[in-house]
């Protein structure tokens, strides 16, 4: 346990966040900067905090524009944020926002700052895209050639099968892996159906489009307009109410595609956001007027096997977290994980309730137990609502504290897995 | 005492560094202590064997030099002395260009008028990339012309068309643009500007830089170069004048006939016409009700209740319409937060939209990045609700011009704001009172009447009631400034300052109609008569329903000083839904592919022939003017003895920034002044007595001011 002067807790007030849209729709057009700016400017319009008072700005973004490397700087200045304000970026894949928020927490704790903002920012509509190695070095050289004789001899270079350009893949650099080859390994290893991966995803859906239709996302999503037109966005489009098992299992394996389980109905899929969240030792708080709505009490982070591990991340920091603060599943009103593939969810849920994975891999006297799902994702989560790889951790976050508030428990935990086979767990607390 | 000096000297190894910097204002002007200045200074430098070269540059933060000091001009008394004062600035700045040792201007802020001459007659221009620097010649704004040797420097710099496009428009010119066209030799970062002007001297006088004279395109080679080829130029820039401006301001001729006289002469030939010209046209009427104008809007810069105790951070605007987006967008690009509200998000964001397209528009003439566009689009918050109200510290409603609807709004409104919180309403016709009296906080209420587009049209007229707050007052004066609107205050009553007057001056249009005055002959006598629109398309731009219902109401408090028209008609035109352009039909019909001016609508015609009752004989053309302008004139009388108007400024910047009246004539009250009250007066009086009708009743003051001779703005 940490053990730091209660006045220097740091609190999350309240978080925006822009739409999630289906990559290549809507904010296609909208470069990364411009969405973490609209989520950024959303958050300081609905809290009314005045922005000379932040003391620094921390967004999550996985696959960064080559011209906003440092993208959180660029989202800031643009929202408005004082140019004193300094932001930098962070990037730890699918919890980078995760990562965003407790190293200003960190920072809040040591007493260093009273009011910061974390968040993420993601447009996966426009990857960058490179050209080939072969074409890179011929246009350096090109630089310094003297004469056509020098170009002909560059260009001789070159051969046809250069014009290829070079794509990001969403792969583990280290293994080559896929994600979803990834989700294969870890559903197979915990014993996974497709009947229970499909239901799983239809939970998600549905959750996500009945907390729409209730209203619970109205006061955390900011309209984006966007040029030229200037229409608003208002909703999320990845929420499909009228999904049914009967319609997930008509669609093929996506990654082993004779024998698989993950489908592209019950895996999260590219998505456009961003989001922005306040956070203030609670001193500052009060200072200043604001009703903190969860305390970040703590969060552990943990790393396993590129390969056998990719997904395993929440199995992994979720006992660690729990056992470090001496709390048991029973004690936790509030689950928010992120749902990269329904098959890791469901895995998830069973190693942890499993002897042997509990015994061997955690070192622990025997299993954690189950994490009752009616009090899990119970607003959809990443399968449906989407999953802006950096922007995330922000959703996950404001969604918890926001749960916490409402429903009135004491303590809820957020978790997810990252790429590199990364987990993070972070421990939140009602104030009040 | 050195202190009391403009200019410093400062010799910094073989350069001397003139600097510019009146110690009593914050900006430059060239006046007659500066000349004697001037003289000794290069006296002193022309006798300093050391010195080899000259660097001019400004000791304010954000000006070189403003221009000439207007109130030089505003004394003298003839077209010679104005002359004269031409020809001693000319040879000043003769001196300057001839003087052996090289001049180098170094210009950082805004670079005007003769401060723009000065630089010209340097040897060498090195202009700051900062967004403050501007060069320009505006004295055609003044009625003027560029008197101390541009019309003769700036063509021979820069080419014919690129000078009279800048002087006869006076339009501002950012250093890169200066720099491609020849008018500066370099863009220098602000930081290091002095060191770079002094190494420009230096190397100037050993010859190691040379000032690289701009090459001219082939096009330019014939127009200009060749006699035929100037021929052809002027004619056409004639042409054009003549087409904007009527024919009714000289100052543009005269730049035309003096740039024509003088290229093909010497420079000398030149500066001698150029002075005559000067001293001729700076004791035009024209000329001195624009000075006029000029010094009342300077006037109307300041805020008359002080500043305000709260400095507004934040702004609320209520719909999303044309009016609340139109203040969306001058408020946000002036550095204030807003939100915008409407009924629904989509009418909300449309309101936004507006800005979103004024801001476009300079992404695309490169003059505002999109990162910066972003960022102030990032100001506004387009939403459906009142979330965030509580931190505005003034809220504008743009809504339907009902009284209902506006109680209804502020009712519903109230709650959310905090208790200081300034309400202001946008109407151009509804007492504010009358408004008011649905809030619980009366002294926070004032009237902030914004002219459509709000982006383009320069007034914003301040409507204060008796329970209006002090506070209130400075907020709205405050922000109104903030929007870099001309701000003017008047008295609650209906329809305030400007709207009162248009009523009955629309009104005699509507009777000149029904008496059988075309449409296009109404409009275009107006124009003629300096209004920038005709009555006609005025109506149909605002829509014949809103001025109905605006004339209406006004009808039923003003009585028969503004209801000669048949009401009837209106009723008719309006049930065909001829509401003007934005229904594509009003008196004129509107079709996007019909080029030039709009066909009458035949609808229209019919309904208007059906109610026409001819007079005896038709009216001539200026009688048409008079009765149209001298109604308006009128009217604004009443206002000032009624004391809507606290003053004649206010009334002469409103008539022309809000509703276009002649600004040659300077306003209603310098009009009065200039031609007389006395003969205003007696013209009244006779059109009262031809047509039998109380509406052309001189105002009492009027008549006071007909018997005693007194003017309204004395000298």
Known sequence: MISTPKELDPVLIDGVRTPFLRSNGAFTRLSTYQLGSKAIAGLLNKTGIDPKLIDHVVMGCVIASPKTPNVAREAALVAGIPNTVPAHTVTLACISANVAATSLADRIRLGQMDVAIAGGTENLSDPPIQVSQNVRFAMVKAQKAKGLADYIKILRELSLKDIIPDIPAVAEFSTGESMGQGCERLLRQAQVTREETDQYAVRSHQLAAKAWEEGNYNEAVTPVEVPPKFAAVVKDDGPRGDSTMDKLAKLRPAFDKVFGVSTAGNSSFLTDGASAILLMSRKGAQELGFKPKAILKDYVYAGGDPLDELLTGPALTIPKLLDKNGLKISDISVWEIHEAFSAQMVAMIKLLKSEKFCRERLKRDGALGEIPLEKMNVWGGSLSLGHPFGATGGRLLETAARRLEREGGRYAVVAGCAAGGHGSAILLENPH | ?715
Request: charged share 25%; proline share 5%; hydrophobic share 40%.
């Open chain 2, 1 to 715: 005492m050195n202190n009391n000096k403009i200019l410093h000297l400062e010799i910094i190894k073989d350069v001397a560094v003139v600097t510019f910097d009146d110690p009593a204002s914050k900006v430059n002007t060239i006046s007659p202590q500066l000349s004697s200045e001037f003289q000794e200074i290069f006296d002193e430098i022309a006798k300093n064997n050391t010195v080899k070269a000259s660097v001019l540059i400004s000791g304010k933060p954000d000006n070189f030099i403003a221009g000439a000091d207007i109130n030089t001009l505003k004394n003298a008394k003839s077209a010679e002395e104005v002359e004269r004062l031409s020809r001693e600035a000319q040879r000043l700045l003769d001196r300057l260009a001839t003087t052996p040792k090289p001049v180098v201007a170094a210009i950082h802020g805004t670079c005007l008028g003769g401060g723009l001459e000065i630089a010209l007659a340097c040897h060498y221009r090195i202009a700051t990339d900062h967004p403050k620097t501007v060069l320009a010649l505006p004295e055609v704004m003044l009625g003027l012309l560029p008197g101390a040797g541009g019309t003769q420097r700036l063509p021979r710099l820069v080419g014919i068309q690129a000078a009279l496009d800048m002087m006869l428009t006076g339009k501002n010119i950012y250093p890169r643009k200066a720099k491609k066209m020849g008018l500066i030799d370099h863009v220098a970062i602000p930081q290091g500007l002095k060191e770079i002007a002094i190494e420009a001297a230096r190397r100037l006088s050993n010859k190691a830089l040379r000032s690289k004279r701009r090459k001219p395109k082939l096009v330019e080679k014939v127009l200009e170069k060749t006699a035929v080829g100037r021929k052809i130029l002027f004619s056409q820039a004639r042409k054009m004048v003549m087409q904007k401006s009527l024919g009714l301001y000289p100052a543009p001729l005269a730049i035309l006939d003096v740039v024509q006289q003088g290229i093909p002469r010497s420079l000398e030939q030149g500066l001698a016409y150029e002075s005559k010209r000067f001293g001729e046209l700076a004791q035009t009427p024209e000329s001195k009700s624009l000075i006029h104008l000029f010094f009342g809007q300077t006037s109307l810069k300041k805020n008359r209740f002080g500043d305000p105790k709260t400095k507004v951070r934040k702004i609320g605007v209520l719909g999303g319409g044309l009016m609340g987006g139109g203040i969306t967008s001058v408020s946000a690009q002036k550095g204030l937060q807003v939100l915008i509200k409407d009924i629904k998000l989509e009418a909300a964001v449309k309101g936004k939209k507006q800005l979103f397209d004024d801001l476009q528009k300079r992404v695309k003439q490169r003059v505002l990045s999109s990162f910066e566009r972003d960022k102030i689009l990032n100001r506004v918050n387009a939403q459906a609700d009142y979330r965030g109200f509580e931190n505005c510290q003034l809220v504008i409603e743009a809504v339907l011009e009902d009284i209902a609807i506006k109680h209804k709004v502020i009712k519903e409104m109230e709650p959310h704001l905090s208790e200081n919180a300034i309400f202001a309403s946008n109407t151009s016709a509804l007492p504010i009172k009358e408004i008011a009296k649905a809030s619980q906080r009366p002294q926070n209420i004032v009237g902030m009447h914004y002219f459509s587009p709000v982006q383009k049209m320069p007034l914003l007229e301040i409507v204060v009631t008796d329970q209006s707050s002090q506070e209130a007052k400075a907020v709205a004066v405050d922000v109104g400034l903030r929007q870099g609107k001309t701000v003017i205050v008047v008295k609650d009553g209906p329809g305030f300052y400007t709207s009162r007057i248009l009523a009955p001056y629309m009104d005699e249009a509507a009777v000149l109609v029904q008496e059988g005055v075309g449409f296009y002959e109404l409009d275009e006598q107006l124009k003629k008569f300096g209004y920038p629109v005709g009555p006609v398309t005025l109506l149909d731009e605002v829509g014949i329903d809103v001025g109905a219902h605006v004339g209406e109401f006004l009808g039923r408090v003003l009585g028969k000083r503004v209801t000669s028209g048949d009401p009837k008609v209106f009723e008719e035109i309006i049930a065909k839904g001829y509401l003007g352009r934005k229904t594509g039909k009003g008196f004129f019909m509107y079709d996007k592919k019909v080029r030039g001016r709009k066909p009458i609508n035949p609808g229209m015609q019919e309904i208007i022939q059906k109610h026409c009752k001819p007079g005896a004989q038709a009216p001539s053309a200026e009688e048409i003017q008079l009765r149209m302008g001298l109604r308006m004139v009128n009217e604004a009388v009443l206002c000032l003895q009624e004391g809507v108007l606290e003053n004649p400024v206010d009334g002469d910047i409103g008539a022309v920034f809000g509703l276009g009246f002649p600004p040659f004539h300077g306003g209603p009250f310098r009009y009065l002044d200039t031609v007389d009250a006395d003969w205003v007066a007696l013209t009244l009086e006779r059109f009262s007595e031809r047509y039998g009708s109380e509406r052309f009743r001189p105002a009492p003051l009027l008549l006071d001011m007909a018997k005693s001779g007194k003017k309204f703005h004395p000298v």
